[in-house]
């Protein structure tokens, strides 16, 4: 996280942080419009601040709200690029810091031609004038309703090397006829190690109890007397949350691979051997071997494989023959593949994500009717009721995708369940750049509230060229995960060098050396690992708090040393656990 210039952690770059705009002139101050025909106003909301927003949270876990009430309106907009912005001071920007973009938006009608439609898609940019070329990072990006009020936008960017031109806040995205509000802007750098030593606080509170070992002498123990004083070692076997990654049939054959798999990882997902284009290439040829090698794989190494997935609603990954069918003939072949693979697998997939990626496709749904989904899981709760059935999609977590939000993931949910669909859980897949914790968390909350669904991350990957912020970046969406009390696990999508779907995300170097992220990964882990010593007190107790798993406990007597195995579930209270020795 070195960086070669001091950084002002939480410092708004681009308005007067924290105090609340006196007058209408310091309401606009910085602000410019964009468009030839573009008006900036400032105005008053009725409500100080307005009582529909939620508060946003800061690095270290602290809410804050608008500083006031006043917002600007960007009026008489010609087009989606139409709107405002606001410089950033030369040299303020410090590359390979994180920085963070967040305020509150909403939109009005201006009397255009789109100006009546639900909602529209409100986006924050920054423009980087590098020496006369101009590079566009989008910053967050929301769907705010014409009659819906204020919408929490947030964001997060990152600099590689300082601008040798001018920096600008670009506020914009609605069509034209649409008028765009903005209140209390802010961009600054996130404080990453203070976020940290919260997020630790978190998950001593989420994912450790308390426990107390009581000992005592079972018949024919002469030594009763002398258990107080002995030696006491606990050590955790595993950890209740998993951590896995997916596999396919060529990265099995490389010992490296297996070796770290094995070492680190407690769940499987196979990347491609499962999905219908690859056992279902050609119409009535199927093809389960590849799929049934990588289940035996698990099976031998005592891992479970999440099944993914049984249909994949984006038409880019639906195979021609699938798309040259009539309706009829679709609605059969859709029956026919739930059958054959629920069937062949029942009881062997502990998961399975049902239609991937509903979000950004209708493949199914288009040519079969809104039902077509829910019929999916219905059917598929039937052919394997103790499967979990997932949907699971990318961008939800990222705040970038107006077609990924949460919002529109819970509508999706809320969905399918009006039409009978069992979901039992949410994916977010996880392919993430220059993630924001903040932003990750803001996401998990709203998902968690409103769905009361175990989430799991399915699909993680962090691209980023230099190993070392790779490294920071996957620390921060796996503190994320594993201190939020609605995540039930955390997937890979891969993490072997020339063996992963994308670029510079690798954990292990393609001759086996685990590179600094794949060393932080490991860090983690023994960082959610138990392990505790000491003696037994006066009473016979030993006392401890640790993670939740399976542990086993070596007590150390003047008889010599006794071994006993207890667990540690999830609890708000002391587990007290009787151990007779």
């Known amino acids: 996280m070195a960086c070669t210039r001091e950084v002002a952690f939480g410092v708004n770059l681009i308005g ?122 989008g910053c967050g990006a929301v769907c705010a309703g014409v009659a819906g009020g204020w919408v929490e936008i947030n964001g997060a960017f990152r600099l590689k090397a300082t601008p040798r031109g001018a920096t600008a806040v670009h506020v914009h995205g609605a069509p034209a006829g ?37 000992f005592s002498g079972g018949a024919g123990v002469e030594a009763t007397a002398s258990i107080p004083g002995a030696a006491v070692r606990v050590v955790q076997m595993d950890n209740v949350f998993p951590l896995g990654t997916c596999i396919n049939g060529s990265v099995i054959q490389d010992p490296n691979f297996v070796d770290f798999f094995t070492n680190n990882f407690d769940w499987a997902v196979f990347e491609n051997e499962l999905k219908w284009y690859w056992t279902e290439a050609q119409r009535g040829l199927l093809n389960y071997r590849d799929a049934d090698a990588l289940l035996d794989f698990c099976d031998r190494h005592g891992k479970p494989a999440r099944g993914h997935c049984i249909f994949w609603a984006v038409d880019g990954s639906v195979q021609q023959w699938i798309k040259d069918l009539g309706r009829d003939d679709l609605a059969s072949a859709v029956r026919g593949r739930l059958t054959g693979l629920l069937s062949r697998y029942a009881g062997r997939f502990p998961h399975y994500d049902v239609n991937n990626e509903m979000l950004h496709g209708r493949f199914y749904r288009d040519r079969l009717g809104d039902d077509a989904a829910a019929l999916m899981f219905r059917e598929a709760a039937r052919l394997d009721p103790a499967a979990r059935l997932f949907v699971n999609d990318y961008n939800v977590e990222c705040a970038n995708d107006p077609n990924a939000t949460p919002e529109k993931y819970i509508e999706l949910i809320d969905a399918l369940r009006r039409g009978g669909a069992a979901v039992g859980g949410v994916g977010i897949q996880g392919h993430v750049s220059n993630p924001s914790g903040e932003v990750i968390c803001g996401a998990l909350d709203k998902l968690a509230a409103s769905t009361g669904l175990p989430i799991w991350i399915t699909e993680l990957d962090v691209s980023e060229p230099d190993v070392s912020l790779r490294a920071d970046d996957l620390e921060v969406v796996l503190r994320e995960a594993y201190a939020h ?24 170097d393609a001759d086996g050396t685990v590179n600094e992220a794949g060393q932080r990964l490991v860090n983690l882990r023994r960082e959610w690992t138990s392990d505790a010593r000491g003696t037994i007190d006066g009473d016979g107790h030993f006392t401890f708090r640790g993670y939740h798993g399976t542990y086993v406990v070596q007590v150390t007597t003047a008889t010599g040393k006794i071994l006993k195995t207890f667990t540690v579930d999830k609890g708000d209270t002391s587990l007290v656990l009787d151990m007779e020795i």
């Open 16 to 137: 007067n942080d924290g105090a609340a705009p006196a007058d209408e002139a310091s309401s606009l101050a910085g602000w410019a419009p964009v468009g030839s025909r573009t008006t900036l106003s400032a105005h008053v909301e009725k409500d100080d601040p307005p009582a529909a927003m939620l508060p946003a949270v800061d690095d270290g876990g602290r809410e804050h709200r608008p500083s006031g009430s006043r917002y600007v309106l960007a009026a008489r907009r010609d087009g989606e690029e139409d709107g405002l912005r606001h410089p950033v001071p030369a040299g303020a920007l410090v590359p390979r810091v994180t920085y963070r973009v967040a305020g509150w938006v909403a939109v009005q009608s201006g009397g255009g031609e789109h100006a009546g439609g639900e909602s529209h898609v409100v986006r924050v940019s920054l423009h980087v004038d590098d020496g006369g070329e101009c590079r566009v990072l």
């Open 178 to 214: 649409v008028d765009v509000k903005l209140m209390d802007l802010r961009v600054f750098a996130a404080d990453r190690k203070a976020r940290f030593r919260h997020l630790k606080e978190k998950t001593d509170k989420v994912r450790k109890r308390d426990v107390v070992l009581k």
């Open 485 to 508: 009390p609605a995540i039930a696990g955390v997937v890979l999508w891969g993490f072997m060098q020339g063996r992963m779907w994308r670029q510079d995300a690798s954990l292990v």
